[in-house]
Every structure is written in structure tokens, then in C-alpha cells.
């Protein structure tokens, strides 16, 4: 086998200059059988023998053996290690070229698509694609297919292409979204095993097509576009696939704040909370992530969170804290913290909520769950900071929240750090008679000395740890902590600090210190 393989490389060589018709498409059977017995040691070999470069030269659009050498490029495509040497050699600008042509030939079509799929998960091959008019030709070949299997195969390549976003603009312009349209609404009553599988790719890839920038907007089309009408009658329909293409398209749609407050202004949010109320007991988990999600989107901008709060959203988000569910956990926390952001009202509602608070300090803990974990704590803190309540202050203390926020301000994120330090400075101003055990046993002096010597600390963390500091001696047993701990001298090094703010702050504090002392 070894050695006919080699007599046909050799062979392959000198016909492939004579173009002899019958020797030429010999030695590609040849190579073919090959192949089909075993890919990776014949394309090892094809690939030592330097005769690749001469199938590119053979891809010309009338030649008689053009299916035959697509065929062989396809096969050769499965090895990873060709992938890149058949892009370099510009394989798929010819091979797009070649489908345009012969779109009639079935065979060829069907080469070309494999050698497409194999080659398209590489991300080098995505730049050619996109200069290409391998959009316009793929939705071109889709429209004329009615069968299943070659639907299928079409779909394969899609995929993988419409994660680049030029290719998605391109395939948008080339009217794909309109053949996937028209699929769902084929299939959406089809309990057949195939229809439902295609179903699924149709509102799966159309989703993918919102996460351009450029392609969502192009079919928003200002909130009167025909796609975006047609993905909201998604939402309120009884197929679980479809609620949940639905529900991720409008996430998508809402990643800026034009959409966001058309999109509010104009119903979505009582179709949300309608999708979500038929998903609380036993509903599709992933049908809960992707409404929340949307709703959280859409809370972002400031006009939108008085309106998404007397419509209820927050009822309607709390039914589920008793999931148990990471990723829903994690976006009913991110939804409430986006809606409180300077809703006083609202974040004093919440934080007086106990069960709400005993399950965000239990969320703190969950330490296999980053995101819950890191969205617990900055609920916790957004709770004080938005309403500035006492009564909000109190119930932490009750649920045991305040050592989250002291750990919080541990956090190697200057943001996190910074939430937690303005929380437990509301909590030193307002309670600190209530919180003072807590705030001794989290050792917050001991961190606040650290941070403040640390030179890695940010500008806006030693001001606020300052700040803090100046707040906490008004507790007896805080201020001996301080005193023994010998602050003066870390804050007087800091009035010579580069950062203004940091240096007046480093003054107050240190005639508040000698003050008290």
C-alpha cells in the first residue's frame, strides 16, 4: 500500500503536467481509495511528497477532474495539520469560486461544503471567507435545497463562519435570516425528529447572526424591523426552542440603550415576565437564564429601571431564589442589581427583604460558583450603598452579611474593593453600634492597615479605606484596635501621595488620629 502510494504521488506529478486525462484521474482514485482507508497516514505523505500546491493548480473551473481533486482537498481538510498549509495555499477563494459555477453539479456542491466545514473552524480561514462571496453563494445553494440532509450540510458551514462578525453582516445582507424565518415557521409545529432538530439550528444560528454589532443593528431597524417582530412572537409561543431564541435575540437586541428603552417603551418587559411566570415550577432552566438575562439588559439605562420596577419586575424576578441553578442565580442577581442602581425606594424594599438577604449571605459562601459569589457580595453592598437605610444596615448585620463585605474588600477587583469599602462605610456612619462585634471579629482594622500600606493599593481604595477609618473610632473598641495598630505612621506617608484627593484625606485623617488619640 505504502509503496503504491508513493508510485502514485510520483506519477501524479509528471500527469498533472501533461494533463492526461485517463492517467490523471487514475492516480486521483488511487489517492482517493487512499485516503478513504487511511486519512492521516496518506495525507502525511501527500504532505511530504510537496504535491498539495499542484491540486490548487488542478482546481480550475471546466477541467474534468475539478470534483474529483475538490474531493481530495475535503478528505485532506480532516487533518489538522493541513488545515493551514491548504489556507496558505489559497484553497478557498477557488473553491468558492468553483460553487458559484457549478452549482448544479451535486457532487461537486457537496465536496466543496465538506472541504468548507473542515476548513472554517480554523480561525486563520475566516479572513479569506470574509473576502469571499461565500455569503451570497451559501444562501443562494440553501434557498434551492428542500432536502434535510443537504439543509444539514449547509448548516454546518454556517456555524462556524457566522462567528466572525464580517461574515455575519455579509450573510444578513445575503438574506439568510429570511430563509431561517421561514424555516421556523415551517417547523415549529412539526413533531418529526429531523424538523425539530432543524428548528433548533435555524433559531440557534439567528441568534448567533444578533451577536454582531453591526448585523443586530441592521435588523432592529429601529424596533420596526420584520425580524424583530417576528423573533418577539417567538417569546409568547408554546415551543420551548423558540421561547428561548426569543428571549436571547431580544438579549441581544438590548446591547444598547436606543434598543433598551424602545424596547421597554414599546411591551417587552410584560412578555418577559409572562415567559418567565410559566417557567417557575420545573420550568426550562435555560429558558430562565436567557429571559433574565434580557431583563438585566434592559435595566442598564437610567430611564428604564423606574419603569421595569413598577411594572414588577422584581416579583416576578424573586420567584426564583429558590432555584438552585449557578447560572439562573447569577443573572436574578445581576437583574436585581441593575434595577436598584440609584432606586433608593426600591434598594430599601429589597434589603428589608430577610429572605432575600439570608440568601444572599448563604450565595457569599458558594465558593464553587465564582460569578454567584462575586454577584452576592456586590447585591449586598449596592443594597446599603442605593438605599442608606438603617433598617437595611440591620438586617445585614442580622443575616450575618457583614463579613462578606469585609472579605469583599479583599477583592482583587478595584471595583468590588471600592463597593465594599463605601458599604461599610454607610454601615460605621449610620450603625455602627449594631455592626461593631462583626466588624471586629472580620478583622476590618487589620485589612485596612494592609491595604493602606500595600503600594499596589489604587488611588481610590487607600482614600476610602481613609475615609473608613475615620468613621470606625468613634467605636471604643475599633479605636483601640487603631491605636494599637499604629495607623499615624502609614497615613502620614500618604499626604506626600501623587493623587490629590489622597493626600488631603491622608491630612483629615491624621488630625482626626491625633485628635482622638
Known amino acids: 500500500m505504502a509503496d503504491n502510494l508513493s508510485d502514485t504521488l510520483k506519477k501524479l ?6 494533463r492526461t486525462e485517463d492517467s490523471l484521474e487514475g492516480c486521483l482514485d488511487c489517492l482517493l481509495q487512499a485516503l478513504a482507508q487511511n486519512n492521516m497516514e496518506t495525507s502525511e505523505k501527500i504532505q511530504g511528497s510537496g504535491i498539495l500546491q499542484l491540486f490548487a493548480s488542478l482546481l480550475i473551473p471546466q477541467s474534468f477532474c475539478t470534483a474529483k481533486v475538490a474531493n481530495i482537498i475535503a478528505e485532506v481538510a480532516k487533518n489538522d495539520s493541513l488545515q493551514a498549509q ?51 453563494e451559501l444562501v443562494k445553494l440553501f434557498k434551492k435545497q428542500i432536502e434535510h440532509d443537504k439543509r444539514e450540510m449547509i448548516f454546518e458551514v454556517l456555524a462556524p463562519l457566522a462567528e466572525n462578525d464580517a461574515i455575519k453582516l455579509q450573510l444578513v445582507e445575503a438574506g439568510l435570516v429570511e430563509c431561517l424565518l421561514e424555516i421556523v415557521q415551517e417547523k ?18 439567528m441568534v448567533l447572526l444578533l451577536l454582531g454589532d453591526e448585523s443586530m443593528q441592521k435588523l432592529f431597524e429601529g424596533g420596526k424591523g420584520n425580524v424583530f417582530q417576528r423573533v418577539l412572537s417567538w417569546i409568547p409561543s408554546n415551543n420551548h426552542q423558540l421561547q428561548l431564541a426569543g428571549a436571547l435575540a431580544i438579549a441581544n437586541f438590548a446591547r444598547n440603550d436606543g ?91 429589597l434589603g428589608k427583604n430577610v429572605k432575600l438577604v439570608e440568601r444572599l449571605v448563604e450565595w457569599c459562601e458558594a465558593k464553587d460558583h465564582a460569578g454567584v459569589m462575586g454577584e452576592s457580595n456586590r447585591l449586598l453592598s449596592a443594597l446599603i450603598r442605593h438605599s442608606k437605610s438603617k433598617d437595611v444596615i440591620k438586617t445585614i448585620v442580622q443575616s450575618g452579611g457583614i463579613k462578606h463585605l469585609v472579605t469583599m474588600a479583599t477583592s482583587e477587583h478595584v471595583i468590588m474593593q471600592n463597593e465594599a469599602l463605601v458599604a461599610l462605610a454607610l454601615i460605621a456612619a449610620l450603625e455602627l453600634g449594631t ?18 500600606a500595600d ?60 485628635v482622638e488619640s
Not at 13 to 18: Q, S
Not at 189 to 204: F, G, V, Y
Not at 267 to 281: A, P, S, T, Y
Open 13 to 18: 506529478k509528471i500527469t498533472a503536467v501533461d
Open 86 to 136: 491548504l489556507i496558505n495555499m489559497g484553497v478557498i477563494p477557488t473553491l468558492v469560486k468553483l460553487l458559484g459555477i457549478h452549482c448544479q453539479n451535486a457532487a461537486l456542491t457537496e465536496m466543496c461544503l465538506v472541504a468548507f466545514g473542515n476548513l472554517a473552524e480554523l480561525e486563520s480561514s475566516k479572513e479569506q471567507f470574509a473576502s469571499t462571496n461565500i455569503a451570497e
Open 188 to 205: 415549529v409545529d412539526s413533531d418529526k425528529e429531523d424538523d425539530i432538530a432543524e428548528l433548533k439550528t435555524a433559531s440557534d444560528l
Open 259 to 349: 434598543n433598551c428603552i424602545h424596547m421597554v417603551d414599546n411591551g417587552i418587559v410584560e412578555k418577559l415576565m409572562d415567559l418567565l411566570d410559566r417557567h417557575v415550577e420545573d420550568g426550562n432552566v435555560t429558558v430562565q437564564h436567557a429571559a433574565l438575562s434580557a431583563l438585566r439588559n434592559l435595566a442598564i439605562p437610567v430611564v428604564n429601571k423606574a419603569k421595569m420596577l413598577s411594572a414588577g419586575v422584581t416579583e416576578a424576578v424573586l420567584k426564583f431564589l429558590k432555584s438552585e441553578m449557578p447560572p439562573v442565580q447569577f443573572k436574578l442577581l445581576g437583574t436585581l442589581r441593575m434595577l436598584i442602581d440609584a432606586q433608593a425606594e426600591a434598594a430599601e424594599q
Open 435 to 452: 455592626a461593631e462585634k462583626d466588624l471586629e471579629s472580620a478583622k476590618l482594622v487589620q485589612i485596612l492597615h494592609r491595604l493602606l
Open 455 to 514: 503600594e499596589r493599593s489604587a488611588p481610590e481604595i487607600k482614600y476610602n479605606s481613609m475615609v473608613l477609618i475615620c468613621a470606625l473610632i468613634g467605636s471604643e473598641s475599633l479605636h483601640k484596635e487603631v491605636q494599637d495598630l499604629a495607623f499615624l505612621d502609614v497615613v502620614s506617608k500618604l499626604r506626600s501621595h501623587e493623587n490629590k484627593s489622597v493626600a488631603q484625606q491622608a491630612s483629615l485623617t491624621e488630625q482626626r488620629l491625633t
